[in-house]
T-cell receptor, first 111, second 113 residues
Framework: DAKTTQPPSMDCAEGRAANLPCNHS???????VYWYRQIHSQGPQYIIHGLKNNETNEMASLIITEDRKSSTLILPHATLRDTAVYYCIVRVEAAGNKLTFGGGTRVLVKP | DVKVTQSSRYLVKRTGEKVFLECVQDMDHENMFWYRQDPGLGLRLIYF???????EKGDIPEGYSVSREKKERFSLILESASTNQTSMYLC????????????FGSGTRLTVV
């Protein structure tokens, strides 16, 4: 699986959009981009994933660049409950395939 | 919603004890995983299973074994617990035709004294 690079931490104001970048310059054509988050003392939670098109669900939007070497997770209106560590992961979609978590970005949403 | 339930939230065991960490999922998922999480090291995969009685080593299997006798249950076994196995242990499951991500349990914080 391709490696990812994320900033170690970022702050965001409550009610504003949070834009979380991720670099994955060695991504291959069949690897998907996944985002998870982990709120303190809980297990990681799936947020969203995509291959090459931008994706949106009730939690977030995922913007993938045309060359697929980077992506951005957007939390449109951050709340205090979005304070968490956010992980960007790339992996091949295959049965039983494992997730490899990197260091993630620690996001602090401030009032 | 898929639920992944880990039997204990907190556990304290003595060095040398045999420790069983149990994980049960209720949505007929084929794949199950055990991770450990340590500060500064992120989540590291210990073992995973993609079918009953099947298991595969992850990145750090040393000192651990697993058992999957039934589809819904995946057990992590520390044959002889050591202090360096003090950690947060996370179980996860996913469908084989995976599209929507893994579901994680709430974790078991194991302390070996």
């Amino acid at each position: 699986d391709a490696k990812t690079t994320q900033p170690p931490s970022m702050d965001c104001a409550e009610g504003r959009a949070a834009n979380l970048p991720c670099n994955h310059s060695t991504i291959s054509g069949n690897e998907y981009v996944y985002w998870y988050r982990q709120i303190h003392s809980q297990g990681p939670q799936y947020i969203i994933h995509g291959l090459k098109n931008n994706e949106t669900n009730e939690m977030a939007s995922l913007i993938i660049t045309e060359d697929r070497k980077s992506s951005t997770l957007i939390l449109p209106h951050a709340t205090l409950r979005d304070t968490a560590v956010y992980y960007c992961i790339v992996r091949v979609e295959a049965a039983g395939n494992k997730l490899t978590f990197g260091g993630g970005t620690r996001v602090l949403v401030k009032p | 919603d898929v639920k992944v339930t880990q039997s204990s939230r907190y556990l304290v065991k003595r060095t040398g004890e045999k420790v069983f960490l149990e994980c049960v999922q209720d949505m007929d998922h084929e794949n199950m995983f055990w991770y450990r999480q340590d500060p500064g090291l992120g989540l590291r995969l210990i073992y995973f299973s993609y079918d009953v009685k099947m298991k595969e080593k992850g990145d750090i299997p040393e000192g651990y074994s697993v058992s999957r006798e039934k589809k819904e249950r995946f057990s992590l076994i520390l044959e002889s617990a050591s202090t360096n196995q003090t950690s947060m242990y996370l179980c996860a499951s996913s469908l084989s035709q995976f599209l929507y991500g893994y579901t994680f349990g709430s974790g078991t914080r194991l302390t070996v004294v």
